[in-house]
């Protein structure tokens, strides 16, 4: 599984892009992390642009696979985006310039006070 970190150490998303790739060579797991973890399903921390985000940890190898293979696509700088929630609901986001959803990549913008 991936090194667990916290909000307070995330990652710049460089790094959190060679983190990934790294996990998807080096493992054969199936899931990012415990989804039953005491630290719950915030998994993997990343800052970028002013802003906290989180890998869940029953993000999945192919929806990992697949946001990467969006990153090369994009040069290395996807376009991230959220995803329109419902009040009180995680802000999922989205990837590259048609807003898609990478299904089994669990990905989400923190926001303090939810």
């Known amino acids: 599984m991936l090194a667990q970190n916290t909000r307070e150490s995330a990652l710049r998303r460089e790094e959190f892009h060679a983190v990934l790739q790294n996990w998807l060579d080096q493992s054969f797991d199936a899931r990012a992390g415990e989804a039953d973890s005491h630290a719950g399903p915030a998994w993997l921390w990343v800052r970028h642009g002013g802003a ?12 990992i696979r697949e946001y990467l293979r969006l990153v090369r696509n994009a040069g290395g700088d996807p376009e991230w985006s959220l995803e329109t929630s419902l009040p009180g609901t995680r802000d999922r986001v989205a990837v590259g310039p048609d807003h898609r959803i990478v299904d089994g990549f669990e990905f989400y913008r923190h926001v303090a006070g939810r």
Do not use: E, K, W
């Open 52 to 63: 906290h985000y989180y890998l869940s940890a029953a993000s999945t190898r192919a929806g």
